[in-house]
C-alpha cells in the first residue's frame, strides 16, 4: 500500500500557523526596528565613521616668500627638501644597505649606529634636509622603518655680502636674524588643510572640502641694490684687511627716498652654512652698535650756531695755542691753527674751534638739537635690536662735557643714525625716515634745520674734502663730494684708550644737487695708520665713485684724475 | 501594467548606468586635475631653483671678476671719456 495514494486527510491545529506568522512578523519587526535605529537616530555617527575609513585631512604646506633686492635678484628663496628620519624598533637593514646608507647621507657608518641603537626614542631623525634627488635614491634602498619629510630649506645666494641685512631663519623655517626675523609674520605665510577621499591605493580620488586654504608668504621687495652692496662689502673688506682692523661697517641712504641701498658689515659669514658662528660676525654694526663719532659730529654743533644766529661761517674763532683748559681738562687741537673762520674749523676739523663755539650755545638747545637729528632714539626700521643710544640730559652735563659733546664725545650714537642725521645737510634741513624696504618714492622729511643752513654746512663739508681739508682722499673723480672725518678714542673700561680708535666718514655725493649719503666706520686699525682721512674715507670714494656711476647721477665735476696729497700732507684731527 | 512596469525597469537602468558613468568621468577628471596641481608645485620648486642659479652665476662679484680676468675688460681712461649732455626734451624718453 502506499501513503501517497491514499492521503489522509491531516487537520493541524491552526494555532501552530498562527505561531509561524507572528514568528515571521516579529523577525521582520526586529530587522525594521534595527535598520530604523540605524538609518535615523545612529546615521550621523555611522557616516563620520565609514568616512574615517576612507577620507584624510591632507596637509598643504605653504612656501615662505623670496626675499628680492630692488631690481628683482633674489637674496633667499625656499626650496623643498627632504628629512631622513626613521623608527629604530621598526628599521631592518642589512649591513651592506647601512654602509650605503651612511655614504648617501653623509654619516659614519658607526654615528648611525650609535644614533639607532643608543636611544629608547622611537623618533631619530637621521639626517635633516638633503637634497631631492638624495632623498629619492634613500627610498630606492627600500628599508623599511625609514621615512622622509618634506621641509623647506632656505637659501642665500648673496652669502657674506648680503648676511647682515638679510638674516636667516632656524632649521624649521622661522625667522632668527635680520629682515627675516623683522618680516617674519608677512614671509611666513600659512599652511592649509584639505579633506580627500582616498582610495585602497592612497589615490586621491576626491576633494570633500578645503578646511582652510594655504597662504604662501609675500614676497618682499627690498631697498638693497645688490651691485651697491657688493661693491660696498668688497671695499669694507679690502680696508679692514689692509688696517688690520678689528671690524668695519658701511651704510649708504639714497637722499630722495630714504631706502637703505647698502649695509656692510666686516666680519661676516656665509649664511647657508653656519656651522661656527661667533659674536663678532654675527654683530649688525651698523644698526646695533653704539660708538662714539668724534668729529663727525661737529657740523651739528656748527649748524647749530648758524641755525641760531651765534656766528656766520665767516665769523673768526682763536684757536691758537690749539688747546683749551677748562676746570682742569685740556682739549687739544692735532695741529695748532691760530685764527680761523668757522668754515675753517669744520674743513681742519679744529677741537679747539667747535669746542669754544658749543660753549657760547644754550646746553638745553644742542641737546634738543641733538635729539632733532635723531640721537638718542632708535631709527624705526623696524630691524630687531636697533640701538637708540644716548644723549644724557642737558642739565647733568659740566662745561668740558658741553665742549667735548661738540666734537663727538660723550654720547653714543649707531652708523646709521649718523648717516640719517647728515641727510639733513643733504636735503636742505629735512631729516629723511628710512625703509629697508623698496619705495622708490620721494619723501618728505622733518625739517630740523632751516635750508639756509643746510646748504652753508655743504659748502663747508665739501671744502673738507678739498685740498687742505681733513679728507682729500674722500674725493671722486667726476663728482663733486661733501664729508666730514671722525676719529675717537675707543671706549674702554670706562675711560679712553690711548691706542684704539675708531676712524669714520660720513659724507654725500654730488655736492651741488646730493643723491647718496654713505656713512663708513672702520674698528681699530692698527696697521700705522688711523685717521679717518686716511682709512675711512678711501672707501667712501670707492663706493661712492661706483654708486654714482651705478646710478647714473650726472657729473658735476670734470672728469680729471685726482692728486692725491703726500704723506703728512694733509690736516689731520685727533678725534 | 506589466508593459510600464518593465519600461520604468528600463530608464531606471539607463540612470544607474549614467550615473556610475558620471561618478567614474568625475574622478578621471579630478585624477587628471590632481597631477596638473603637482606638476604645476614641482615647475613651481624648479623655478626657485632656477632663480637660486641665476642669482647664483650673476652675483656682481662673479661678474667683475668674469670680466676683468676672461674677458680682460677693464674701466676706460677717464681723459678718454666724453660725456654727452642730453637736450632737456630728450632727457626723459
Given at each position: 500500500m502506499s501513503y501517497a495514494a491514499a492521503p489522509v486527510p491531516v487537520r493541524l491545529p491552526i494555532w501552530r500557523a498562527r505561531f509561524v506568522l507572528f514568528a515571521f512578523v516579529s523577525a521582520f519587526a526586529v530587522l525594521l526596528g534595527r535598520s530604523l535605529w540605524l538609518q535615523a537616530v545612529q546615521t550621523g555617527f555611522l557616516q563620520e565613521r565609514g568616512e574615517a575609513r576612507y577620507s584624510r585631512v591632507l596637509e598643504v604646506p605653504a612656501t615662505r616668500g623670496r626675499i628680492l633686492d630692488r631690481r628683482g635678484d633674489a637674496l633667499a628663496i625656499s626650496t623643498p627638501v627632504k628629512s631622513i628620519w626613521a623608527i629604530p624598533e621598526d628599521l631592518k637593514a642589512t649591513a651592506a644597505q647601512l654602509r650605503q646608507l651612511g655614504q648617501l647621507l653623509g654619516v659614519e657608518p658607526r654615528e648611525l649606529e650609535r644614533r639607532l641603537t643608543g636611544t629608547s626614542r622611537d623618533f631619530v631623525y637621521l639626517k635633516r634636509q638633503i637634497p631631492p634627488e638624495t632623498a629619492a635614491r634613500v627610498a630606492e634602498l627600500g628599508i623599511p622603518g625609514l621615512y622622509q619629510q618634506r621641509e623647506f630649506r632656505r637659501y642665500y645666494p648673496g652669502g657674506e655680502t648680503m648676511a647682515h641685512v638679510v638674516g636667516f631663519t632656524g632649521v624649521d623655517d622661522i625667522g632668527q636674524e635680520g629682515i627675516e626675523l623683522a618680516f617674519q609674520a608677512s614671509l611666513a605665510g600659512a599652511s592649509g588643510s584639505r579633506r580627500v577621499i582616498k582610495d585602497r591605493l592612497g589615490h586621491v580620488v576626491e576633494d570633500i572640502e578645503a578646511i582652510r586654504a594655504a597662504q604662501d608668504g609675500k614676497d618682499l621687495r627690498l631697498a638693497l641694490d645688490s651691485k651697491l652692496q657688493s661693491l660696498a662689502f668688497t671695499a669694507l673688506k679690502h680696508a679692514v684687511e689692509t688696517h688690520k682692523a678689528k671690524g668695519g661697517a658701511l651704510v649708504a641712504l639714497d637722499t630722495r627716498t630714504g631706502?637703505?641701498?647698502?649695509?656692510?658689515?666686516?666680519?661676516?659669514?656665509?649664511?647657508?652654512?653656519?656651522?661656527?658662528?661667533?659674536?663678532?660676525q654675527l654683530r649688525n654694526r651698523v644698526i646695533t652698535d653704539l660708538f662714539e663719532p668724534g668729529s663727525t659730529l661737529k657740523p651739528f654743533t656748527v649748524a647749530l650756531a648758524l641755525d641760531l644766529g651765534q656766528?656766520?661761517?665767516?665769523?673768526?674763532?682763536?684757536?691758537?695755542?690749539?688747546?683749551?683748559?677748562?676746570?682742569?681738562?685740556?682739549?687739544?687741537?692735532?695741529?695748532?691753527?691760530?685764527?680761523?673762520?668757522?668754515?675753517?674749523?669744520?674743513?681742519?676739523?679744529?677741537?679747539?674751534?667747535?669746542?669754544?663755539?658749543?660753549?657760547?650755545?644754550?646746553?638745553?638747545?644742542?641737546?634738543?638739537?641733538?635729539?632733532?637729528?635723531?640721537f638718542g632714539a632708535p631709527p624705526q626700521l623696524g630691524f630687531p635690536g636697533e640701538a637708540a643710544g644716548k644723549v644724557r640730559e642737558a642739565r647733568t652735563w659740566r662745561p668740558i662735557e658741553q665742549a667735548t659733546m661738540a666734537y663727538g664725545h660723550g654720547i653714543s650714537v649707531s652708523l646709521i643714525q649718523l648717516a640719517r642725521a647728515y641727510t639733513a645737510f643733504a636735503r636742505d634741513g629735512e631729516l629723511l625716515p628710512l625703509s629697508l624696504v623698496r619705495t622708490d618714492m620721494p619723501v618728505a622729511g622733518r625739517q630740523v634745520l632751516s635750508a639756509e643752513t643746510a646748504r652753508a654746512m655743504r659748502a663747508m663739508l665739501e671744502a673738507a674734502t678739498q685740498p687742505g681739508g681733513t679728507a682729500p682722499r674722500a674725493r671722486?673723480?667726476?663728482?663733486?663730494?661733501?664729508?666730514?672725518?671722525?676719529?675717537?678714542?675707543?671706549?674702554?673700561?670706562?675711560?679712553?684708550?690711548?691706542?684704539?680708535?675708531?676712524?669714520?666718514?660720513?659724507?654725500?655725493?654730488?655736492?651741488?644737487?646730493?643723491?647718496?649719503?654713505?656713512?663708513?666706520?672702520?674698528?681699530?686699525?692698527?696697521?700705522?695708520?688711523?685717521?679717518?682721512?686716511?682709512?675711512?674715507?678711501?672707501?667712501?670714494?670707492?663706493?661712492?665713485?661706483?654708486?654714482?656711476?651705478?646710478?647714473?647721477?650726472?657729473?658735476?665735476?670734470?672728469?680729471?684724475?685726482?692728486?692725491?696729497?703726500?704723506?703728512?700732507?694733509?690736516?689731520?684731527?685727533?678725534? | 501594467m506589466a508593459k510600464l512596469n518593465l519600461l520604468l525597469l528600463l530608464v531606471l537602468l539607463a540612470c544607474a548606468f549614467g550615473l556610475v558613468t558620471s561618478q567614474h568621468q568625475g574622478r578621471k577628471a579630478f585624477a587628471a586635475l590632481e597631477s596638473e596641481l603637482a606638476?604645476?608645485?614641482?615647475?613651481?620648486?624648479?623655478?626657485?631653483?632656477?632663480?637660486?642659479?641665476?642669482?647664483?652665476?650673476?652675483?656682481?662679484?662673479?661678474?667683475?671678476?668674469?670680466?676683468?680676468?676672461?674677458?680682460?675688460?677693464?674701466?676706460?681712461?677717464?681723459?678718454?671719456?666724453?660725456?654727452?649732455e642730453l637736450a632737456p626734451a630728450q632727457s626723459r624718453p
Open positions: 631706502e637703505v641701498l647698502a649695509l656692510a658689515n666686516v666680519p661676516s659669514y656665509n649664511p647657508n652654512n653656519r656651522a661656527r658662528l661667533t659674536g663678532a656766528v656766520t661761517p665767516e665769523t673768526v674763532i682763536q684757536t691758537a695755542p690749539g688747546r683749551l683748559t677748562i676746570a682742569r681738562h685740556t682739549i687739544h687741537d692735532a695741529h695748532a691753527g691760530g685764527a680761523m673762520s668757522v668754515a675753517q674749523v669744520i674743513q681742519k676739523s679744529s677741537n679747539v674751534g667747535a669746542a669754544k663755539i658749543a660753549l657760547s650755545l644754550p646746553r638745553e638747545e644742542m641737546r634738543e638739537n641733538f635729539r632733532r637729528v635723531g671722486v673723480m667726476g663728482w663733486r663730494v661733501a664729508g666730514k672725518t671722525g676719529t675717537a678714542h675707543k671706549l674702554e673700561n670706562g675711560g679712553y684708550a690711548s691706542h684704539k680708535y675708531i676712524a669714520s666718514f660720513v659724507g654725500f655725493a654730488p655736492a651741488s644737487d646730493p643723491r647718496l649719503v654713505i656713512a663708513v666706520m672702520i674698528d681699530e686699525p692698527s696697521a700705522g695708520q688711523y685717521y679717518g682721512g686716511a682709512v675711512a674715507a678711501p672707501v667712501f670714494a670707492q663706493v661712492m665713485q661706483g654708486a654714482l656711476r651705478l646710478m647714473n647721477v650726472p657729473h658735476d665735476a670734470p672728469l680729471t684724475p685726482i692728486e692725491l696729497p703726500g704723506e703728512g700732507e694733509e690736516a689731520r684731527e685727533s678725534t | 606638476r604645476a608645485r614641482e615647475l613651481d620648486v624648479e623655478y626657485g631653483q632656477l632663480q637660486l642659479e641665476a642669482s647664483t652665476w650673476g652675483l656682481h662679484a662673479r661678474v667683475a671678476k668674469v670680466a676683468a680676468d676672461t674677458l680682460g675688460l677693464r674701466a676706460p681712461d677717464p681723459r678718454r671719456v666724453r660725456v654727452i
